[in-house]
């Protein structure tokens, strides 16, 4: 079946140091990846997100590449802000058609902690 | 409202109650998922509905959950006899569109969700 694997949390970083959460998934095909954020006390958004190998979802500065090779999507921002602590998951979808209705399968997620 | 609306926000149940949470998808919205987020992981997936069709039950863990859309708009997921594993966040999504491709979940919008205690 389909899975998703990240890293284990929490991750805590100074203000303006670089992030990396890694992703790993397990799938056939090309699957559709996501990344979400959730705030405290909020529901899930939608970060950024990618539908093909080698493409790269963006979205405030934060960034991830559809790795085929490596079956990962790993989530990276080059300087982070106290506004970025939050929990962030990885998910994917299987791959079209059809694979819209199926819903999400999600890793664990990461909880972001950043000091200033 | 703006957004998807889930109510209670909280909810304690002795075990063997039962159980209603509710959902207000954004209206007008044709596609509606529950989920489930146990403390420390991340949502599973219960069940999907296109409008009143209940087109995918696949993920409910036990014939102790129900789920409805008469109308095709508020959802009810309904829990009977509870135990504790019951417990967790159930989460609410809804989208304007039927959702054909994977890619299609970018247009989920997910409620705050219930936090459901069962003692």
């Known amino acids: 079946g389909n899975s998703v694997t990240q890293m284990e949390g929490p991750v805590t970083l100074s203000e303006e140091a670089f992030l990396t959460i890694n992703c790993t998934y397990t799938a056939t095909g090309y699957p559709s990846l996501f990344w979400y954020v959730q705030y405290p006390g909020e529901g899930l958004q939608l970060l950024l997100k990618?539908?093909?190998?080698?493409d790269k979802g963006s979205n405030k500065g934060f960034e991830a590449t559809y790795r085929k090779e490596t079956t990962s999507f790993h989530l990276e921002k080059g300087s982070v802000q106290v506004s970025d602590s939050a929990v962030y998951f990885c998910a994917l979808t299987p791959p079209s058609p059809g694979g819209g209705a199926d819903g999400l399968t999600f890793g664990k997620g990461t909880h972001l902690i950043i000091q200033p | 409202g703006a957004g998807v609306s889930q109510s209670p926000r909280y909810k304690v149940a002795k075990r063997g109650q039962d159980v209603a949470l509710r959902c207000d998808p954004i209206?007008?919205?044709?596609?509606l998922f529950w989920y489930q987020q146990a403390l420390g992981q991340g949502p599973e997936f219960l069940t999907y509905f296109q409008n009143e069709a209940q087109l995918d039950k696949s993920g409910l863990p036990s014939d102790r959950f129900f789920a409805e859309r008469p109308e095709g708009s508020v959802s009810t997921l309904k829990i009977q006899r509870t135990q504790q594993e019951d417990s967790a966040v159930y989460l609410c999504?809804?989208?304007?569109?039927?959702?054909?491709?994977?890619?299609?979940?970018?247009?989920?919008?997910f409620g705050s969700g219930t936090q459901l205690s069962v003692l």
């Open positions: 990618a539908t093909k190998a080698d």
């Open positions: 209206s007008g919205h044709v596609s």
């Open positions: 999504a809804s989208s304007l569109e039927e959702l054909v491709e994977g890619a299609d979940n970018e247009k989920l919008f």
